[in-house]
């Protein structure tokens, strides 16, 4: 004889069912849980890597300009330093020589030191247009200077070339007596004049022998490829 299922029994089956069901619902949402903070904490780590470059990009960026901007700052702040340097040496230079100009006139103050500095350069002058006759020209107040001069600078001439020479002093064309002195001389019919006056010879020195003054008073300048 069959029996049917009691209201207890129904009762029990609904509450494994119901518990059963609770569990998977439990386990499928812990599992979707799980998935989503795997998805967030990767969704997360992305956003973090993408700030982190974008913050890296920008930061490097800014360093980059910051550091051009200084070396730009520090080569306008060295070319201004530079040409306050070379500008404060050319001073020097300007004041050296004009020093020596204003001293010029003094050589011929001592007739016998003015006669040699004027045979030297007139010899200078005959070596180099190695004429048998050259006019000499120099400021009516060193006539007498002169005179001596191209005697003792014959004689050398004809000591140290074997060669006589004609040498005479030019009064019609005299030096301005507003120089400081030295002579010219004239060779090949008036047609070659060696200016050796003292002006000339310190606009000279100031081209030839400005490059070792320039070294002499601030030394060798290590970055100059080139030397004149």
Avoid: W
Avoid at 2 to 26: N, P
Avoid at 70 to 87: D, F, G, H, P
Avoid at 161 to 170: A, R, S
Avoid at 214 to 228: I, M
């Amino acid at each position: 004889m069959s029996h049917g299922i009691s209201d207890e029994q129904v009762a029990g089956e609904l509450k494994k069912m119901t518990m059963f069901i609770r569990q998977e619902a439990l386990e499928k949402a812990k599992e979707i849980q799980i998935k989503a903070d795997e998805e967030f904490a990767i969704e997360k780590s992305k956003l973090v890597r993408q700030e982190t470059s974008s913050i890296d990009t920008a930061y490097e960026k800014k360093f980059k300009q910051a550091s051009m901007s200084q070396q730009i700052t520090r080569s306008t702040l060295a070319n201004k330093t530079r040409i306050k340097v070379l500008s404060a040496r050319q001073e020097l230079l300007d004041e050296l020589f004009e020093k020596a100009r204003d001293k010029l006139a003094g050589y011929a103050d001592d007739k016998s030191k003015y006669a040699g500095i004027c045979k030297n350069l007139i010899l200078e002058g005959c070596y180099a247009l190695d004429e048998k006759k050259i006019a000499v020209r120099a400021r009516k107040q060193d006539y007498e200077a002169v005179k001596k001069a191209i005697e003792d600078a014959k004689k050398e001439y004809k000591e140290n070339t074997n060669k006589e020479i004609e040498i005479e002093l030019d009064e019609k064309n005299p030096q301005p007596e507003g120089s400081p002195g030295g002579v010219s001389i004239v060779g090949t019919g008036g047609r070659i004049d060696i200016n050796n006056t003292l002006d000339e010879r310190l606009r000279l020195l100031e081209t030839d022998a400005l490059p070792m003054i320039r070294a002499t008073l601030f030394g060798k300048n290590e970055n100059r490829k080139f030397h004149d």
